[in-house]
């Protein structure tokens, strides 16, 4: 929980959002002078809290001093655990990547089996960085199952039985050792999406949808993630489109999801192929079906498979439509499996929705894109919501 009782602690996070600013932006955002702005920002460059380097975006002559976390206030293990496997960075505070490390695993063996291979791919990111477990301060997790931020539970996880009520942030920490921070992957992402696209700091108000193996969305108010009462705010996937839609994994029926989560992409595909539908598909064994072989299959022309894309990207659409028309963003980021695989498809249907669906205002206000490919960019937001928990930590313990 961030707190805020002096002005240093506002220009601190306010920097730390941001991949940098202008002592000039601080001025503008609280309405402050130069020289309150001046002793606040000494403050915390005297406390080794910010760092400040000159800025490449100025005219020829002196440049102007640009501000940014401090990259070597800690070093941070980010683990993005998925059903099918672990993947490990380590960043630096300002998130650079250091190091990497990834591990196969099926969550449907057991916790036990994920905790190993967490284990095993954090010693790989921590060898591949040449940095020793001991310097690490805090680790950060994002994962794909059904949380309870709260306390640290995960409370179910699709395809994965044993995943019952898990204390995974109470088991990690005993594991590693270290303080750890869990919030959903999507989040994760988007925080990272956010922090590497440094245009999107334009915009205060802005939506990141994640379409993987479910669908989720991280959308920041003010530039600040919303996560809601309950830490439970982004959860899309679940939001229903049609009522008498395909039952979803949550029990539900017609949820986005059940139309746009990978699975159910395939899901349909492998029901139509079954019945007799005819497609290109069918000689593609059910092993290597994948979203990427649907819509390399799309592109060719196969029937099936743009059936299942269409499908897919038309739900997206109006789940996307529908979160416009109450958040009123002016930004729209697509990320994930389906933005990757069938992005020019998907980028299409949710304009399409958007315009047709929302009031004027809204939808001509509204930037809709693709995430830019980034690598281990999943992970790296894992590492950045440790880096935040960090920082509360040292700005306490340096001010107070």
């Not at 306390?151 to 995974?168: D, Q, R, T």
Request: charged share 20%.
């Amino acid at each position: 929980m961030r707190k805020a009782h002096r002005l240093e602690d506002l220009i601190f996070w306010y920097v730390f959002d941001r991949p940098s600013c202008l002592r000039n932006d601080l001025g503008h955002q609280f309405a402050i002078s130069l020289a309150t702005v001046s002793r606040a920002v000494s403050a915390l460059l005297d406390h080794g809290l910010l760092v400040e380097t000159s800025s490449a975006m100025a005219a020829p002559g002196r440049k102007p001093q640009s501000l940014g976390i401090n990259p070597k206030l800690a070093v941070l293990l980010g683990l993005d655990i998925q059903l099918d496997g672990v993947l490990a960075v380590v960043t630096d505070m300002a998130g650079t990547l250091l190091g990497r490390g990834a591990v196969h695993c099926n969550a449907d063996q057991g916790v036990d089996a994920m905790l190993r291979a967490s284990l095993k791919a954090a010693d790989a990111a921590l060898e591949d960085a040449e940095i020793p477990r001991a310097q690490i301060q805090h680790l950060g997790v994002g994962h794909s199952g059904d949380l309870d931020i709260a306390n640290g539970v995960c409370v179910s996880w699709a395809n994965a039985p044993n995943w019952k009520s898990v204390p995974i942030r109470d088991l990690l920490a005993t594991t590693f050792g270290l303080d750890v921070t869990i919030d959903d992957r999507s989040r994760a992402l988007a925080l990272a999406e956010r922090r590497t696209s440094p245009g999107d700091w334009e915009h205060s108000e802005a939506i990141y949808i994640v379409c993987a193996f479910g669908v989720g969305m991280g959308f920041f108010v003010d530039g600040r993630l919303y996560r809601g009462a309950s830490q439970g705010g982004g959860e899309i996937g679940h939001t229903v489109i049609d009522p008498n839609g395909p039952v979803c994994r949550c029990g539900s029926r017609g949820c986005l999801e059940a139309y746009a989560g990978t699975v159910s992409i395939l899901r349909y595909v492998r029901d139509a192929l079954g019945t007799g539908a005819v497609s290109a598909l069918r000689s593609t064994p059910d092993a290597e079906l994948t979203l990427r072989v649907v819509a390399a299959a799309a592109h060719k022309g196969d029937a099936l498979a743009l059936a299942s894309i269409e499908r897919a990207a038309k739900a997206l659409g109006t789940a996307a439509a529908n979160t416009v028309q109450v958040l009123n963003p002016s930004l729209v980021v697509l990320c994930g499996e389906m933005a990757r695989a069938a992005g020019a498809e998907t980028l299409e249907a949710v304009k399409r929705a958007v315009e047709a669906q929302c009031v004027e205002t809204a939808a001509r206000r509204v930037e809709i894109r693709l995430a830019r490919p980034k690598k281990d960019i999943s992970a790296i937001g894992c590492a950045l919501l440790a880096a935040e928990a960090e920082a509360e930590r040292v700005l306490r313990a340096r001010f107070d």
